[in-house]
């Protein structure tokens, strides 16, 4: 369980957080929703440990992150925004010094990262440099690693960010395998279509500010299940309607080029912010 | 309290072994080069008190090479730092600032003795075969130990790799001339021999030429050395919460 409260954080004079509140609950698959420079990795970096938060407070299954750092850090596993391997290195000795870095045994090391190697498609790679993966299988592999120690909270940051359609679905089933082992799972994105795929619940996070906490059905029809777009000369517009028939009574009204079909939570998203979020 | 330091040690073990025999014979160029223009050529009729150069310079390389080497840890922890980002696992693991500063320490010790391994056997090539006892390796730990501090400590400081470099070139290598190492002292003004006496790598040339001279150890020479070591490595403790940002 992760709870946060009142998170403060500015950069010299700049606030890049803004009395963030927040409570992810045991076992969910919780999404971070917000565009470039919204604050996604600051909020994940306080709650690792890696940056100091101005005020408030945040606590990992109970432990206060800035008062019980050494357990609040035994919680979880962290796959960073940007890859942070030890590239020199083979996948197994990355798998080694994470697992002496979390006190665990040889063995378990060795029985872990067999199974989790098996696990993420990675078995015939594992004596392999970590420079000659691909960006998929460095992802894959950094996944991995944080899921070594089984943490009961696992953070994502852009977990997808960079790869190519097939590898990300590879990825959304592979942290949906995670979750259904009950891990905890906190994942950042701005790609709206892995939130809405993926998360129990989702926070749109937009200038250092939370805009909304819902589930992802929730907010998809608060303005309608079905969405018409209109391409006019000059610009398209979204209009919303409660059922198939209401939209395609519109339809017939009309003569310019659209196109029908469902909501979806950019359409949430639009309509909270009034911009896109790519 | 002492968790997980392995795991830091290892990790730099591990990279040095994948580029040893590079590594050893870029430490073996420094040395090579001063034993034959310094120890060699020139100083074949230079005698320092009863001893002739080529055995008055090889204990200062020694001390030279195992201060460079263990401060070249810091140059390591940039590269994990700034270009691969690898120093995020140590941040976001559950082990404490004394046990990372210790894996890093450790790893410079290694690194430094190595180099003056290598230093060893060239001296022996160079025909010089000198006192290799206990205070002589004691002498080396501590300087290592010493200056592998020091680098952590400046490591979690520096704000780039560029940073660094900056700071060897004034703190470093004139320190790696002055100390003692390359000329006895006395040929110095008294004043510039006071100042080097707050120098720790003076104390450790001094300790290590008593040491393979067969003469007795200056305690002063230990004390200095521990007493550094202990200050820079609880900086260096400190600095890492500074790494943060
Ligand atoms: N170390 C830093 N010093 C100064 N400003 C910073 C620092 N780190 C982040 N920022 C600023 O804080 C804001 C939030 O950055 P953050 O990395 O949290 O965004 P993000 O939501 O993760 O974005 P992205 O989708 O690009 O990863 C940005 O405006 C960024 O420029
Ligand atoms: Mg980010």
Redesign the pocket.
Known sequence: MIRIERLV?K??D?Q??HEVDLQVQAGELFAYL????????????ILTGQ?RADSGSAYLNGFSIQKQSLSAKQQFGLVP?SINLDRELSVCENLLIHGLLYDMSRTSINQKAEELMEYVGLSDRTDSVVKELSGGLQRRLMIARAMLHQPMILFM??PT?GLDANIRRKIWSLIKRIQQKGTTIFL?T?YIEEAEFLADRVAF?DE?RIVVVDTPENLMTRQGEWAIDRFTETKMETVYFDSRETADQYNRDQHDQYTLRRVNLEDAFLALTGKRVK | MIRGFYAVYLREVLILKRRIFRQMLSWSVMPVLYLIAFGYAMGRHVQVGDHSYLEFLIPGLVAMSSMTQSYAIAGEINIARFYWHIFEEFQVAPISNFSYVLGEVLAGITRALLAVGVIVVLGMLFGVVLNYNVYFFLALMLNSFVFASLAVAVAMLVKSHADQALLNNFVITPMAFLGGTFFPLEHLPEWAQKILYFVPLTHAAEAIRTASFGQPFKFLNFIVLVVAGIIFFIAAMLCVNHAR?
Do not use: M
């Open positions: 954080k950069y010299k700049v890049v957080l917000g565009p470039n420079g919204a604050g996604k990795t600051t909020t994940i970096k940056t925004q940051d852009e960010v950042t701005h996070l250092g | 940002d």
